[in-house]
């Protein structure tokens, strides 16, 4: 997750279930977490499953690789979804 940096004094944000940190001032923000409750009780599915969803999503957004796996993922799930 994010890297914060000892003695500075942060603004915490949600989300949906995941957590941000930004420093006071600035518009920047990191992942620092999710909230896995709220995962639980919005999509169903066991917390772990969509710790790993958030954690592929979050790493697709620096890795133009993982972004193009991401994007044929999501134009699947788009054909199959107005298919079914």
Do not use: C
């Not at 995941?18 to 600035?26: D, K, L, P």
């Not at 697709?60 to 107005?82: A, F, I, R, V």
């Amino acid at each position: 997750m994010g890297n914060l940096t000892p003695g500075v004094t942060y603004i915490y944000e949600r989300d949906g279930p995941t957590i941000y940190a930004r420093e006071f001032g600035s518009s920047e923000r990191q992942v620092v977490g999710y909230d896995q409750d709220l995962e639980n009780k919005i999509l169903g599915m066991p917390s772990s499953t969509m710790a790993k969803i958030m954690g592929i999503y979050h790493m697709s957004l620096n890795d133009p690789g993982m972004q193009e796996l991401w994007n044929q993922l999501e134009m699947l799930y788009n054909l199959k979804k107005t298919h079914d």
